[in-house]
């Protein structure tokens, strides 16, 4: 089982403004291309900024590499945006542990979670 839940914050600068819109709308075909019933994918401008909210759970692996794509453009083509992204899935190495994608300057890496891990029997019983 994979399950995923984050935030993305996308600062818009008022230099920038039109190249920002731009690489943001290639931003928002790509959030429609990969949008399934099995996915909540929410993303709108609000106070300035431009923001993405995700969540999603399926039973492999395979659903969580659009994400993953996503996080590999905005590194890329934004590199002012900034997030965090929770993953859980009981098919890889951190089996029993929730681990961390951040999406700071450019940059993405991976992190270990304290907060709601071990899984088990921090948030689940065996």
Request: net charge negative; aromatic share 10%; glycine share 4%.
């Amino acid at each position: 089982m994979t399950e995923y839940h984050g935030w993305i914050s996308i600062p818009i600068d008022p230099d920038e403004r039109e190249e920002t819109i731009q690489k943001i709308d290639l931003i928002k075909d790509y959030l429609k291309e990969i949008d399934h019933p099995h996915r909540i994918l929410i993303h709108r401008p609000m106070n300035g900024e431009y923001y993405v909210s995700l969540a999603g759970r399926r039973n492999h692996r395979s659903e969580f590499e659009g994400i993953e794509k996503l996080l590999e453009m905005l590194s890329l083509n934004l590199p002012e945006a900034y997030g965090l992204v929770y993953l859980f899935d009981d098919e890889s190495e951190w089996d029993n542990e929730f681990i961390v994608y951040r999406l700071a300057r450019g940059k993405i890496s991976l992190h270990e979670d304290k907060l709601l891990s071990p899984c088990f029997p921090t948030i689940m019983d065996e």
